[in-house]
């Protein structure tokens, strides 16, 4: 497959623009895509916004290209837009989390056991904003288990990220408080620990992250 231009990179894949309204996720190591693209065609029958599927294979994944920011590139030009989007993140996490996961879908090792549909990497970085409405990208590391798993997973990844800059490390904590009131405090703070802990088994994690997640474990 012909690559186009290269559109991102995050810690794991980059994404091409194949310039015919589809964009291919590769994988920089060897990794199989098919349960990714399973669940999101399963999803998108549920009516949850995911890209729609064309082609899986491998470690490529071809699916649409949706136009616009993601939720992180709007926070930065709009700031005075953080309490609404902290709290469209809660809803549509909330939404994904009481979606009853299909059979099929694994546990991973260290998530809590439950029921329902987990993302696990869900920031605002992988909601873009389109036309159409927000849209969920990156299901890589989705489970099924316990919705306040997710959700503490979500409060984890949001605090404890690199920020540069006194500004965004004040939008940091702010959006974080926002978001955990939006999706409930309590159930955020009973999984809290836990998904700390799994977070540090990622070998992406820098090393000032890790040592905020300890933090967190510790208490």
Known sequence: MELGRLLASGRAADVYDLGDGTVLR??????DVTDEARL???LADQGYPVPVVHHAEGRDLVMDKIAGPTMLEDLQRK???LVAH??????LQG???AVTAPEWLPVRAGVTAGTAVLHLDFHP???ILSDAGPIVIDWTNASRGEGSFDAAMTAVLVSTSEIAGVRDRVGQRLFTALFSVSRGRCEISRS????ATYRLDD?????????????LVDG
């Open 26 to 31: 590769r994988y920089r190591v060897r990794h």
């Open 40 to 42: 999101m065609s399963w």
């Open 79 to 81: 700031p005075w837009r």
């Open 86 to 91: 902290a709290r469209l993140l809660a809803r």
């Open 95 to 97: 939404r994904l989390n």
């Open 125 to 127: 970085m992988n909601v």
């Open 192 to 195: 809290l620990a836990a998904a």
């Open 203 to 215: 070998v992406n994690v820098t090393d000032s992250e890790r040592e905020r997640l300890r933090h």
